[in-house]
């Protein structure tokens, strides 16, 4: 900390030398021009061309009266060299304070060093902001992670690779909107703070609103004020928007996190399926260039069609459990014995069918795979099936043993929707927190009548996690939820 602070003294010394040189060391704009990568890449199109470009000084090499450095922006690296016989004293004396982690602006000629490194003979150096802070020197590996995540300012400058996640990022939302505009989509934007949390079986954020004097929760779902909308007249809208749950914390979760939600009407979940597959094989052959991909060393084949398979058949596939002849409550609670599963005795077989799935079934689900006809206990929202009433018209996708969507033919039928809504109240009121509350307002406009429709959320963070190759979803978020250090 005593040689931390040493140097933090000397860079603050150097802001006192700029302004006695009469320069401003927190500089104003400057005319770039051109990028790194643009320069390096096309390096017959600007020999010996004029170039301004700006960036960060990331390497200091200083040999006399002319010396090297590199410069980085938010494309790459590149070199410059500088001389005091071109330049003159006064300017060469700025390069001499400059600090690793300085803001430059430089203009110069492009050139190749003896060694082909492309390089820009400066003619003009402008100080743009002084760093006062040491960049740290080793920011790479696990031992750093924790630090990496809180100081993502500093993970961007001295991890490249990291920035190019978020530049993919980017990509990503942008060729889904493009996939979904093309199909006729309508993005809209609907509220973050709910009078009822809806939508989802997640515990909510809680706040107050003081002119009101009423809680508010923070959305867990974009979904039932997207399905107002289809009451509305508006048959085909999307959202892409930040969600919040107060659940943990791990390499899958994040209680702020980016969905996509999106309903069509006149549609199903049929519909739903062919939707996804087409638009995550789109969103992959725009950003990476093809449709086959490699996660966490696992080779994936993103291109339709996916496997499709029921949830009661994939249980009898992976765990060798026939639930069409488990159909009793003892022969459910026998089952939960044998199994230990972490569930009492008398749950509900939905809810006990949900279980052994998720226990038994997903850690299989490596390639692309729609899970079917979820049990209505667990799908508050679908439209249940007509051959079975005991399940709904609902999928979830599976990639790499997780969920990246969920999608339902959604129940658009008044007094089933508000029956189901008393159960969810019922479990509520017996201590499931995440039970969905009543919401008489969506049942009203259910009433009006919605028409029959099918509707998607997609995660965008899981999503952008298996085309970046990123482990965690902290990884890919700029600034995850992270425990303060005064908690720790």
């Known amino acids: 900390m005593e040689d931390l602070n040493e140097l ?5 010394e150097k802001i006192d030398e700029l302004k006695s040189k009469g320069i401003d060391p927190f500089g104003q704009k400057f005319e770039r021009a051109q990028y790194a990568d643009e320069i390096l890449n096309n390096f017959e199109q600007f020999q010996d061309k004029s170039v301004a470009l700006a960036g960060r000084v990331m390497s200091k090499r200083e040999h006399g009266k002319a010396s090297f450095a590199h410069v980085q922006d938010i494309s790459g690296r590149i070199q410059f060299y500088i001389r005091q016989d071109d330049v003159g004293e006064d300017m060469y004396s700025i390069f001499n304070i400059l600090d690793i982690g300085d803001l430059v602006g430089i203009e110069g000629s492009v050139f190749k060093t003896r060694r082909g490194e492309v390089t820009i003979n400066v003619s003009n150096l402008k100080m743009l ?40 990022r980017s990509k990503i939302i942008k060729a889904m909107r493009q996939f979904l505009d093309t199909k006729g989509f309508l993005e809209v934007e609907t509220p973050t703070m709910h009078t009822i949390a809806g939508g989802a079986t997640a515990r909510p954020f809680t706040t ?24 509305g007249g508006m048959e085909q809208v999307y959202e892409i928007g930040r969600v919040f749950r107060n659940e943990g914390i791990s390499t899958k979760h994040n209680p702020e996190f980016t969905m996509l939600e999106l309903y069509q009407a006149y549609s199903d979940y049929h519909d739903m399926m062919g939707l996804t597959e087409q638009m995550i094989s789109y969103v992959a052959q725009e950003t990476l260039g093809t449709q086959t991909i490699t996660y966490q060393g696992e080779e994936i084949n993103l291109a339709p069609p996916w496997n499709r398979i029921t949830m009661v058949d994939a249980i009898k596939e992976y765990a060798e459990i026939d639930f069409d002849i488990v159909t009793k409550q003892e022969e459910v609670d026998a089952l939960i014995d044998k199994l230990d599963l972490q569930v009492d005795k008398g749950t509900a077989r939905g809810k006990v069918i949900n279980e052994v799935f998720e226990v038994y079934v997903e850690p299989h689900l490596m390639q692309p795979t729609f899970i079917m006809d979820y049990p209505i206990e667990v799908s508050p929202l679908a439209k249940k099936k007509k051959d079975d009433p005991n399940f709904t018209y609902r999928f979830e996708a599976f990639i790499y043993c997780r969920e990246l969507a969920n999608a339902f033919s959604e129940l658009n039928d008044p007094i089933d929707q508000k029956e189901r809504f008393l159960g969810q109240v019922a479990d509520r009121e017996a201590g499931d927190s995440e039970a969905h509350m009543m919401d008489e307002d969506y049942v009203n406009a259910l009433e009006i009548g919605m028409p029959p429709a099918g509707g998607l959320g997609v995660g965008i963070d ?27």
């Open 8 to 12: 933090m003294q000397i860079r603050h």
């Open 129 to 168: 902001s002084k760093s006062l802070q040491p960049l740290p020197e080793k920011w790479h590996g696990l031992k750093d992670v924790d630090l990496r995540y809180r100081k993502r300012y500093i993970d961007l400058i001295v991890n490249p690779e990291v920035r190019q996640v978020f530049v993919k």
């Open 208 to 231: 107050h609103h003081n002119a009101l004097d009423i809680d508010l929760y923070m959305r867990i779902a974009l979904e039932l004020h997207l399905k107002r909308l289809l009451v």
């Open 462 to 488: 899981r999503l952008v996690m298996l085309l970046t190759d990123a482990p965690s979803i902290r990884d890919v978020i700029l600034f995850p939820t992270m425990r303060p250090k005064d908690k720790e």
